[in-house]
C-alpha cells in the first residue's frame, strides 16, 4: 500500500499545480496553414477545434471560402490574409471593395473573421512595388470595411525580425534605415489610428548559435545564465522576450510605442534533417509550452512589462508538401488529428505538460478523473481504490443565485474558467447548474480535495462517480491528460 500512496503524492503536485495552472484565460491561436495534400476537410478541422481543444483563433493565409465556411458559428475568431500579389491592386479603393465584397462579406459576422492580414512578411520579398503599395492597400481596405459598415475587422500585416537592422542588445533594435520613416511610421500611425496591432513573427529557433552552449536553453526558455542589455541593465533570460523587446524598441523610436504587438507567427520544429541543430520532439514541446505560459503569464517582457501578447502558433498542422523536413514539421497535430508530440501512454512527463498548457487539459484535470488515473490507479489506488475519485457538485436543491454565487466565487478564485465561457470545451449545455458543477468542482480540485473546499454554503456535495457530461465529450483530452 505504500508504494501506491507516494506514488499517488508524488503525483498529484504535477497535476493539479503545473505553473499554468494559476493563469485565468489562457488564450491560444494557431496559424491554420494548408501546404498539405492530406489534411482533414476543414469542417472536420472546425469541429475538433471548437469541441477538444482551447484553440480560440486561428490565422489563415489566404481566404479559402471553405475554411471561412466551416467555422462559421463557432466563435472561433478568424485572421484572413492578403494574398502578397493582391496588394498594388488593393491600393485604389473600388479594388478594395471588390475585395471586401467577395472575401469577408458573403462570410461576416456568422464566421467571425476580426483581421486581415494585408500580406505576409512584405519586405523580406524586396519587391519595392509590392512594398510601396502596403500601408495604402491597408487604408483602402480599412475604408473599404468601414463603407460595408464592417467595424470590428483590424487591418494590419505580419512581418519577419528581418525589418530590423539591429536587434541586439534589445535596446539597440531599429527598423531598416529607409523603410522605417517611409513604410513603417506611416503603417504605425494607420496602426494607432485604428486602435489595431503591429504582427510581428519572432522565431527563436532561427536565433539558436551552436557555438553558444546556452543559447538553446535561452530560446527554449529552459534554465540559462541570462543576456544583459549593458544599455539598460536589464537581464534577459529568454530570447523571445530579447526578439520582442528588440522590435518594441524600433517603435519607441519612431513614437509609437504605444501600438500594440501581436505575434502571428512563432514556433519549433519537432523534426528535421540529420544533424539540424535545435530540431526535435522534446525542444519542440518545450518551445511551445513554455511560450503559451509565458505570453499568457502577463509578466510581459523586460522592457514591456506586465504585458500579455495575443499570439499564434505556427502551425497546427504538419504540412507535407513545404519545401524541407523541419518546414514540414512544426505542427502540433498530424492530419489525422493526432497530437504531434503524444507518444501514447508513454508519453514523457514534460511533453504531456506541453499539452496541458496547449489544449488546457488542466482543466480537465481539474474536474477530477485523472486522480485516480495515473500509474498508482493500476493498482489498488489510495485509501482502498475508488475512494480516490472524488468530484464536487452542486446539492440538487441548491437556487441558481447560490450556483451563480459559487461560479463568480470560484472562477475569481484563480482557477481557469475558461472551458465554461462562450466557445470553450465545457460552455455547453450553457447552465448555471452545468457550468456551477465545472466551476465548484475546479475548486474543490485545485483546493486540495478536503470536504470544506465542497462545502460552499451547504450547496456542494462530494460525489464518488463522475458527473460531468463535458468531460465525457473530451474524450480526446482525456486520453491526453492520462
Ligand atoms: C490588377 O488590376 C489590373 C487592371 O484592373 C488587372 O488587369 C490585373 O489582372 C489585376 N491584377 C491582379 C493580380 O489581380
Ligand atoms: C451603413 O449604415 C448607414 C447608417 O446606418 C446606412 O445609411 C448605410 O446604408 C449602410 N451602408 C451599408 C453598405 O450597409
Ligand atoms: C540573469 O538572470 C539569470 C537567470 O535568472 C541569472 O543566472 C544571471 O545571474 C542574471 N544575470 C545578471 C547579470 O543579473
Ligand atoms: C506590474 O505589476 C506589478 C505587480 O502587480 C506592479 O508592482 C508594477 O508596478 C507593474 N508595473 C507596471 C509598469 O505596470
Ligand atoms: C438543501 O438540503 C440540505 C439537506 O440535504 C439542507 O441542509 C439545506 O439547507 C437545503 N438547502 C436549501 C437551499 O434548501
Not at 127 to 149: E, G, R, S, W
Not at 267 to 286: H, K
Not at 413 to 419: A, K, N
Request: with cysteine.
Amino acid at each position: 500500500m505504500l508504494l501506491p500512496l507516494l506514488l499517488h503524492l508524488l503525483l498529484l503536485p504535477f497535476f493539479f499545480f503545473t505553473p499554468s495552472y494559476s493563469t485565468t484565460t489562457a488564450t491560444i491561436g494557431v496559424n491554420y496553414g494548408t501546404v498539405a495534400d492530406n489534411l482533414p476537410p476543414p469542417t472536420t478541422v472546425a469541429t475538433f477545434l471548437r469541441s477538444q481543444t482551447t484553440i480560440n483563433r486561428i490565422k489563415i493565409f489566404d481566404t479559402n471560402p471553405d475554411i471561412l465556411r466551416a467555422f462559421a458559428g463557432t466563435g472561433i475568431s478568424i485572421t484572413v490574409t492578403v494574398g502578397n500579389g493582391d496588394i498594388p491592386n488593393l491600393s485604389k479603393l473600388p479594388a478594395a471593395q471588390s475585395w471586401v465584397s467577395t472575401n469577408i462579406l458573403p462570410f461576416h459576422p456568422k464566421t467571425a473573421i476580426n483581421r486581415i492580414a494585408v500580406g505576409n512578411e512584405i519586405l523580406a520579398t524586396s519587391d519595392k512595388d509590392l512594398i510601396a503599395h502596403t500601408v495604402p492597400a491597408m487604408k483602402a481596405l480599412h475604408q473599404a470595411l468601414t463603407l460595408a459598415n464592417i467595424t470590428t475587422v483590424q487591418v494590419s500585416t505580419p512581418h519577419s525580425l528581418g525589418i530590423l537592422t539591429s536587434s541586439e542588445p534589445p535596446s539597440s533594435g531599429q527598423f531598416r534605415p529607409g523603410y522605417d520613416k517611409a513604410i513603417f511610421a506611416p503603417m504605425l500611425d494607420f496602426l494607432r489610428q485604428t486602435k489595431s496591432p503591429f504582427l510581428v513573427n519572432p522565431y527563436p529557433f532561427f536565433g539558436i548559435d551552436p557555438n553558444r552552449p546556452d543559447s538553446l536553453n535561452w530560446a527554449l526558455f529552459k534554465p540559462n545564465g541570462g543576456v544583459l542589455d549593458s544599455v539598460t541593465g536589464l537581464n534577459y533570460t529568454n530570447m523571445f522576450d530579447a526578439q520582442m523587446d528588440a522590435v518594441f524598441s524600433a517603435m519607441k523610436k519612431l513614437g509609437y510605442d504605444d501600438v500594440e504587438l501581436v505575434v502571428a507567427e512563432t514556433g519549433w520544429p519537432s523534426a528535421g534533417d540529420p544533424g539540424q541543430p535545435g530540431v526535435g520532439l522534446d525542444n519542440a514541446a518545450s518551445y511551445n509550452g513554455n511560450l503559451i505560459r509565458h505570453v499568457n503569464s502577463g509578466q510581459g517582457t523586460p522592457l514591456m512589462p506586465n504585458r500579455t501578447f495575443e499570439t499564434f502558433v505556427f502551425s497546427l498542422f504538419n504540412e507535407n508538401l513545404k519545401p524541407t523536413i523541419s518546414e514540414q514539421n512544426y505542427g502540433l497535430f498530424k492530419p489525422d488529428l493526432k497530437p504531434v508530440y503524444d507518444g501514447g501512454r508513454k508519453v514523457k512527463r514534460h511533453m504531456l505538460k506541453t499539452y496541458h498548457n496547449i489544449l488546457g487539459c488542466e482543466t480537465v484535470q481539474a474536474m477530477g478523473p485523472t486522480v485516480a488515473q495515473g500509474p498508482s490507479s493500476s493498482g489498488s489506488g489510495v485509501g482502498g481504490g475508488s475512494s480516490s475519485k472524488k468530484w464536487c457538485v452542486p446539492k440538487t436543491n441548491a437556487s441558481e443565485k447560490q450556483l451563480q454565487a459559487n461560479i463568480d466565487f470560484a472562477c475569481s478564485s484563480g482557477i481557469d474558467c475558461g472551458p465554461i465561457k462562450d466557445g470553450g470545451p465545457c460552455f455547453k449545455p450553457n447552465t448555471v447548474r452545468s457550468h456551477a458543477a465545472y466551476a465548484m468542482n475546479a475548486y474543490f480540485q485545485a483546493s486540495g480535495r478536503h470536504a470544506f473546499d465542497c462545502d460552499f454554503g451547504n450547496t456542494g456535495v462530494i460525489a464518488y462517480t463522475d458527473p460531468s457530461k463535458c468531460y465525457q465529450q473530451n474524450n480526446f483530452l482525456k486520453i491526453l491528460c492520462e
